[in-house]
């Protein structure tokens, strides 16, 4: 028994049967016989017991013989039976140790099991619908505890959904439904009780539950939960959905307090969402407060673009709280550009891709956007939107819808077929009031890129319009400079200075003064232009392309090269300075270093036709 079921069932290594060897048969010295006959010779009776001994003796050697020729055959039986039963033991050996290393991966699978639950318990942060109760009289109206749970679960999964965040959302789930069907044996407890027993110990769960009671006037629906205190929503008796929605949104502002404020903010609700921020701020769980002072900083700034600078303090106090809170990092990029400060917008940029750890890093890619923006870093840009976007339902988890970002970035990198594309498949969003600015815009770049200034006037001066709205100032921050170009090139200077008037501090507006400028015949003051934009934010490449296209266009080719290769050193990743570059080169003679520039500048706008055509000539020279 102390040997285990194991050794019971499949042998022990030892379990050998015994076989006495037998003795040595003794043998008879016929010498010696002969010597002790001859000297018992003269005494009669010793020479008979003598005779009577070697007669035993004599017998005793036939039997020994006899009993070696049978012992041969048995042991020769033995040993052949010992040589059949080897691998038989060896298999028996094998498989006791097969199976006890089974029993111990099993017992290992087991715990491991058991440790992922236990973790999951205490990592679990779900809200957690129970069955709610209602009177049994609603039940022939297909109303009961379950629907009423239902509804409260679907309505709650319907704002995460429509949430636009980079934080994580809350699992949620019906309590009803969570039961895995696995019985623990002379139990009779489900794995899925166990998970729940776990959780409910050791978790983070909201627990929401509630009741429907009919009223003299209606009805009226309770939810309560562990953190969520218990409010009544009355209404009509045909008013269930309303009731539960109003449930819901409840429970997401509690349960989620941050998210809640930036779907308020999603959905145009910037009001509900800074009175949100400011009652609840000192209440809520304080993991949660840097990103409602995020939420309650945007909604403020998407009321009043004034209010920019209020707004930066709140994301500022954010990052205090919590430095690796990269959005909100984001943000205040965002301010600092609207507030005209591009320059301290990129060295915020630069301290937090250190912070982050570098390129990649602990920052997702899509929160170095408005760097990239800065840096004309467009391709990186690109595909960081473009897998958010694939991430996170075709909208993305930016403040913007995604389409008609990466139509922006399509047409600066001159590819108007993918630019077209990307707006005309855009998720539409009846609360976000920059896609169709954002439409208007694009369609205007891509007219001044092919030279169609009435087009290009047409979409401009309608996002002129559409820039009214301080959600499309916050969220594209100097984009009205370009409505100065199309003004200018199609006869209006009045309304050109207008709009470079109200775009202040940009860098943008600065070099675009300086074309404006050097289009009216006033070279040396487009000059001081192009100087002034450099000098107002030296570490970006903008105004160093346009001062270096200026120089081409006036014949300087060796000054504007030098242009080109400062716009090239801030914006590595920017196709334009690199071609600007190259047509400096071909003008000086240097066509196979034309060539060069004219290739890397095609890894970063492939389907640019003018670089296509560049490239094509200067490979004749």
């Known amino acids: 028994m102390a040997e285990g079921i194991v050794g019971g069932i499949l042998g022990q290594e030892d379990d050998k049967p015994e076989v006495e060897p037998s003795a040595a048969p003794a043998g008879i010295d016929a010498f010696a016989a002969a010597v002790a006959a001859r000297l018992a010779g003269g005494d009669p009776q010793v020479a008979r017991r003598m005779a009577e001994f070697l007669e035993r003796q004599s017998e005793l050697a036939d039997v020994q013989r006899k009993f070696l020729v049978e012992e041969h055959a048995a ?137 429907l009671v009919q009223t003299a006037g209606g009805l009226a629906l309770t939810v309560r939960g562990n953190n969520v205190p218990a409010k009544t929503f009355p209404g009509a008796v045909g008013e269930l959905d309303a009731l539960t929605t109003k449930a819901a949104e409840y429970v997401y502002s509690k349960s989620q307090p941050a998210r809640w404020a930036t779907y308020l903010v999603n959905t145009e609700r910037y009001r509900d969402a800074v009175d949100f921020g400011r009652t609840n701020f000192q209440s809520v769980d304080p993991a949660e407060r840097p990103r409602l002072l995020n939420a309650w900083a945007l909604a403020l700034q998407a009321m009043d673009i004034r209010s920019a600078a209020e707004s930066l303090k709140l994301l500022q106090a954010a990052v205090r709280l919590q430095p690796d809170l990269w959005v909100a990092h984001v943000n205040v990029q965002n301010s600092l550009m609207i507030l005209g400060d591009e320059e301290g917008a990129w060295r915020d940029g630069e301290s937090m891709r250190r912070q982050a750890g570098g390129r990649p890093g602990r920052a997702r890619e899509t929160d170095f956007i408005n760097w990239d923006l800065l840096t004309w870093n467009l391709p990186q840009n690109y595909a960081a939107v473009v897998l958010d976007t694939e991430q996170n339902g075709g909208a993305g988890t930016g403040s913007v819808s995604a389409g008609p970002v990466m139509a922006d970035l399509q047409a600066r990198m001159h590819d108007p077929d993918a630019a077209m594309l990307a707006l005309e498949t855009s998720k539409p969003d009846p609360h976000d009031p920059t896609i169709a600015a954002a439409g208007h815009f694009v369609r205007g770049e891509l007219a001044l890129d092919r030279g169609d200034t009435a087009a290009a006037l047409t979409e401009l001066e309608a996002f002129d319009k559409d820039y009214e709205d301080p959600a499309v100032v916050g969220n594209y921050p100097g984009y009205e400079c370009w409505v100065a170009l199309a003004e200018e090139w199609t006869g209006h200077p009045d309304k050109a200075d207008a709009v470079l008037a109200r775009g202040g501090t940009m860098v943008d507006c600065y070099r675009f003064r300086g074309d404006i400028l050097d289009h009216r015949g006033d070279w040396p003051a487009a000059q001081k232009a192009y100087a002034d934009a450099a000098a107002l934010a030296p570490d970006l490449p ?80």
């Open 75 to 211: 042991r020769l039986h033995y040993l052949q039976g010992q040589a059949r039963e080897v691998d038989p033991r060896r298999l028996g050996l094998r498989l006791r140790v097969g199976f006890q290393l089974f029993v111990v991966l099993a017992a290992t699978a087991i715990g491991a099991a058991a440790l992922i639950m236990v973790r999951d318990a205490v990592t679990s942060r779900r809200v957690v619908i129970e069955p709610f109760h209602a009177p049994p009289q609603l039940a022939a109206q297909g109303i009961d505890g379950a629907v009423v749970a239902a509804g409260v679960l679907d309505e709650l999964a319907r704002l995460q959904d429509s949430t636009r965040s980079s934080s994580a959302a809350r699992g949620l789930t019906g309590a009803w439904t969570s039961d895995i069907k696995l019985d623990v044996p002379e139990t009779g407890v489900s794995i899925g009780e166990i998970s729940r027993l776990l959780r409910d110990r050791f978790g983070h769960d909201e627990q929401i539950d509630g009741a």
């Open 542 to 621: 903008a105004a160093y392309y346009s001062w270096g296209a200026a120089l081409l266009r006036h014949g300087d080719f060796a000054a504007a090269a030098d242009k080109f290769q400062a716009a090239n050193h801030r914006g590595r990743h920017w196709a334009d300075p690199l071609k600007g570059w190259g047509d400096a080169l071909a003008k000086l003679g240097n066509a196979s270093e034309a060539l060069k520039k004219y290739d890397q500048a095609l890894k970063l706008a492939p389907n640019w036709k003018a670089l296509q055509a560049a490239r094509a000539a200067a490979s004749k020279t």
